[in-house]
């Protein structure tokens, strides 16, 4: 490093530093290099946000002002029908509230390096695509007199996506229970087991054998290989991250879900932060509007600073405030009195609303500094 | 087989739908069936639908046979010595009004000369498509239909002649336009719907031009020279009413002077114009708090006997006053009696409005703006025939609203003004506008209805020629007399000591949630708080228990109710509704200890 940054080291972050000690060595005079860092110094701590600045606040209209003009309502993914992506507001809601299961889940696949180049990739799409049993047999039949579930494989389609009857065959006996399995041509036949006369039961396996786990992986609705730049991606409906990553030939570091519970569970809190980012920044480059990236960075440091995901919502956020008055003041405001008064909750004034209830000074701006000498 | 629905309900088969309805149809035009009945035939679903319940809307058609009229030339004659009407034609079969449905199965003509043998029916005029008001906006066929909408509306709340006999009513809340005229140019409906008995507006000279800036977002600049010789001048009859009750007990309501031992009795001042019989004299001008009908009622709660015997001496005052912020003239004084036999009070009061900045005025095109200033006379523009407009009306109103029927209307009211005769502006049936032009050009004006202005203010000939002419206009019964509102002090509410709500009760304007999170965002804590005071008190807290403790001003002495007089008390400064909150908690059981410290 060089002498003249040494007394920043501690004054200035890491990034500005190497920035400034790469640019300055081309600089060899001294006081020249003194006067650049500290006009630098200068700029850095006139961007700091001043103490007493309700940052939270103007972040909350900030992402909360521009919203009143989202659309709502989804959009249909260009180019395939039945493929849609939740945008605008309620998606907005979605990400903010911290749902588990959003509506509707996604996953960019990106693939190593000779799978990208677009050869076979349909047919590793299809082998990643959730197939179930009903999306193979052409009919199903339920033989009363005889106790038999007759199910007519469709050849063509399991041909088509790498199937034999074998495969259907194992997913059956993990999955059904009571049932012996015959298998003649294309035509696997299902004899029930138990009492006679158990029509009901029959009728019910046979509703329940439908979404029999075939192949694939579990949640993946759809698949649809895209060109992205110069390599081909799957870009999926549905998203199980876990598995997805599991897999030999996806590229884990560059494949992303927008499903924001399962990032945190897989990638963990930081990584679930950054999808926060990412997608509530998506939704509002999507609707032409223009917020301060840093604003959805607070607001994703706040859902993740306990260590995992917390959704804006009297179960979430809300429940972690420290003041009674303050949450009460949000939704449910006797739940939060009557658990107070049980344990016998302190308020200690310390934020906003508590003190505009009370018609004290709000701890914030100019009500911040106060004197050290005590008037008597 | 055909099915039949009747309201909708299935009622039954025929064998032909199409055969059915046919023969139901010319059934209906002999009079044979009634008129009330639509019938409609659906070819895709082979179904009969008759309809004869209430709250249809349908329109009359003159009815069309083998591609003739119906309407005969003898009937014409007929209608024109007024031998037949209306009803006669409906009776005839010659005119019969359809609903929705049944126009599905119709083919209409708009002209007599467009007839085919496929035509079922001939529209009796284009104009008929409109509602009545609709068909008062002139040279409508010019504009977008949002317009016409909005015009028409407008002229729904235009003040005007609303009554003839208004003199002797005692309506609620009227106003009368004075000198109201019947437009220069008009429309077929004018003269069916009888508008020169009451006119709603007044035929004035508009140049549309910028003024000042003042005429800026729909705004008007009005002419101080026209507004004293009486435009757009109304009259706002308000009624003060009272009503002598009768209550459990035969105690009554009086209406008299108040005698000054009545509990709540006002200033003497206020009673000042206040006959014997308690009530006020005609033509006197009232305003703010002034005494119309004095009354006193009897005490509200007589629980106790004693008080009972008291009753006379501890009457109530119960009068009507004149509200907050009006004023007016006693126009008239009614008493009567009402539906019980009780003696019922009306007195009108008369305020004259003269247009003021603020009050809001509309063309019949959708054109409505509010009252930017009125400008002295001699600063007005004017032409070199001394001509000065009453209204100078903004030019950025008319691109992007393309009110087309707004300049035509103003080339027509100049040519109606210069050449002494009423236009025709029906819709879809008005007088050709070229013509209009050259007859301007004849009458020794511009032919695109311009002219030269002079600077009001320096005299100076403005370079781009101004578009002048005259039209109808309308005083809307907004007025700002009626909405201006402000507070400083003013009345609190007995629950939270915060102020009343709304104008009548003069009323705060909220600083609500969203205002609150501004101040935030500025940092301007202090502030924050003192617009916050509106309820602010001061709460004696026993340190000790840190309850709400009592102040005794006799003795000028704090205590605790439960802790006694030897703790320390010290006064706190709150919101009132938060004191209130902590009372509530309090009834509810739960005990919230104020914790005092110092702050600094």
Not at chain 1, 243 to 260: G, Q, S
Not at chain 2, 157 to 179: E, K, P, T
Not at chain 2, 181 to 191: A, D, F, G, L, R
Not at chain 2, 202 to 222: R, W
Request: glycine share 8%; charged share 25%; proline share 3%.
């Amino acid at each position: 490093m060089l002498e003249a940054l040494k007394p920043y080291k501690e004054k200035l972050p890491k990034k500005i530093l190497a920035e400034l000690d790469e640019k300055l060595e081309k600089i060899s005079s001294q006081t020249r290099q003194k006067k650049i860092i500290e006009a630098v110094y200068e700029q850095y701590n006139n961007a700091k946000v001043e103490a007493g600045e309700s940052v939270g606040l103007v972040s909350a209209e900030s992402i909360g002002e521009p919203g009143t003009q989202m659309t709502l309502n989804t959009f249909h993914f260009a180019g395939v029908s039945e493929m849609n992506v939740t945008v605008g507001l309620p998606r907005i809601i979605e990400i903010l509230d911290g749902r588990v299961n959003p509506k509707t889940p996604m996953m960019e696949i990106y693939l190593n390096k000779p799978f990208n180049k677009g050869e076979d990739i349909k047919k590793l799409a299809l082998a990643i695509k959730e197939t179930k049993l009903v999306d193979v047999t052409k009919e199903f039949q339920v033989n009363i007199v005889e106790s038999v579930i007759e199910i007519v494989l469709d050849k063509e389609k399991m041909k088509e996506l790498a199937i034999t009857d074998n495969t259907v065959i194992k997913g059956l006996t993990k999955n059904l229970k009571g049932f012996a399995i015959k298998h003649k041509g294309n035509v696997i036949m299902l004899k029930y087991r138990g009492k006679e006369e158990a029509i009901n039961e029959i009728y019910k396996a046979k509703e329940a054998i439908k979404t029999v786990f075939v192949k694939g992986i579990k949640g993946i609705k759809q698949v649809l290989p895209v060109k992205r730049g110069e390599e081909f991606i799957i870009v999926t409906a549905g998203s199980n991250f876990k598995d997805i990553l599991e897999l030999e030939e996806v590229d884990e570091t560059r494949t992303v879900t927008n499903n924001i519970d399962e990032v945190g569970s897989v990638l963990g809190i930081e990584a679930a932060r950054q999808t926060i980012i990412n997608e509530v920044n998506k939704v509002i480059e999507n609707q032409g509007l223009n917020v301060d990236s840093r604003h959805v960075m607070l607001v994703a440091d706040t859902m993740c600073v306990a260590g995992e995901l917390k959704g804006i919502t009297r179960y979430g956020v809300v429940n972690e405030k420290a003041s009674v008055l303050a949450r009460a003041s949000f939704e449910t405001p006797i739940k939060h009195i009557i658990n107070a008064a049980l344990v016998g909750e302190v308020d200690y004034l310390t934020s906003v609303v508590e003190n505009v209830m009370l018609n004290q000074p709000v701890p914030v701006g100019t009500g911040l500094p106060g004197l050290v000498t005590k008037i008597k | 087989m055909t099915d039949v629905y009747v309201n909708g309900r299935f009622t039954g088969t025929v064998e032909d739908g199409r055969e059915f309805v046919n023969n139901a149809r010319s059934e209906r035009r002999r009079g044979n069936l009634t008129d009330n009945a639509n019938l409609y035939y659906n070819e895709l679903s082979d179904e009969v639908f008759v309809e004869c319940g209430r709250g249809r809307a349908r329109r009359p058609l003159i009815v069309v046979k083998d591609g003739q009229s119906s309407l005969t030339e003898q009937q014409i004659k007929q209608l024109e010595k007024n031998e037949i009407g209306w009803n006669d034609l409906v009776k005839q079969g010659t005119i019969e009004y359809l609903d929705a449905a049944e126009e599905e199965n119709t083919l209409v003509a708009f002209f007599d000369h467009e007839l085919t043998p496929e035509h079922t029916h001939l529209e009796i005029m284009p104009l008929t498509m409109l509602g009545l008001t609709t068909a008062l906006v002139p040279y409508g066929n010019f504009n977008q239909s949002t317009r016409l909408n909005a015009g028409s509306k407008n002229q729904k709340q235009a003040l005007g002649f609303y009554a003839a006999n208004f003199s002797l009513r005692m309506d609620m809340d009227v106003n009368l336009l004075q000198y109201s005229q019947k437009p220069i140019v008009n429309t077929i409906m004018h003269e069916i719907s009888d508008y020169d008995k009451h006119p709603a507006g007044q035929n004035i000279v508009v140049a549309i031009m910028s003024y000042e800036g003042y005429n800026m977002e729909d705004a008007i600049i009005l002419n101080r020279g026209s507004v004293d010789r009486g435009l757009g001048r109304s009259t706002y009859f308000r009624p003060a009413i009272a009503e002598e009750l009768r209550y459990a007990g035969g105690l009554v309501d009086e209406v008299c002077v108040p005698d000054k031992e009545v509990k709540g009795y006002k200033a003497e001042r206020d009673y000042r114009f206040l006959e014997e019989d308690g009530i006020i004299s005609p033509e006197s001008a009232v305003a703010e708090g002034d005494v119309i009908i004095g009354k006193t009622s009897p005490p509200r709660f007589l629980s106790s006997l004693d008080e009972y015997n008291l009753a006379a001496a501890t009457r109530r005052e119960s009068s009507v006053a004149m509200r907050h912020g009006e004023e007016g003239i006693v126009d008239f004084v009614l008493i009567t009696e009402n539906e019980e036999g009780n003696k019922l009070i009306q007195v009108r009061i008369r305020d004259q409005r003269i247009p003021e900045i603020g009050d809001k005025f509309t063309s019949r095109h959708g054109q409505k703006g509010v009252v930017g200033l009125i400008v002295n006379e001699e600063d007005m523009p004017f032409s070199s025939s001394g001509i000065k407009p009453d209204i100078i009306f903004s030019p950025h109103g008319i691109p992007s609203r393309m009110t087309i029927s707004h300049l035509i209307e103003l080339v027509g009211g100049k040519v109606g003004a210069l050449a002494g005769r009423y236009i025709n502006g029906t819709t879809f049936d008005a007088e050709n506008i070229d013509d209009l032009r050259k007859e301007l050009v004849s009458l020794g004006f511009a032919e695109n209805c311009t002219e030269t202005l002079f600077n009001g203010h320096t005299g100076e000939m403005f370079t781009a020629r101004i578009f002048v002419g005259n039209m109808y206009y309308m005083k809307l019964k907004h007025m700002v007399a009626n909405k201006i509102h402000s507070r400083a002090r003013g009345p609190i509410q007995l629950l939270t000591r915060q102020p009343t709500e709304g104008r009548a009760k003069e009323g705060g304007l909220r600083l609500g949630e969203m205002e609150k999170d501004t101040f935030v965002a500025h940092g301007a804590s202090l502030l924050l708080k003192e617009r916050f005071d509106s309820d602010k008190t001061i709460v004696p807290v026993c340190e000790e228990c840190g309850l709400i403790a009592i102040h005794d001003e006799f003795k000028n002495k704090s205590y605790c109710p439960i802790c006694g007089d030897n703790v320390e008390i010290t006064n706190i400064e709150m919101s009132y509704a938060f004191k209130l909150m902590l009372d509530e908690f309090k009834s509810l059981g739960i005990y919230t200890k104020l914790q005092l410290k110092y702050k600094y």
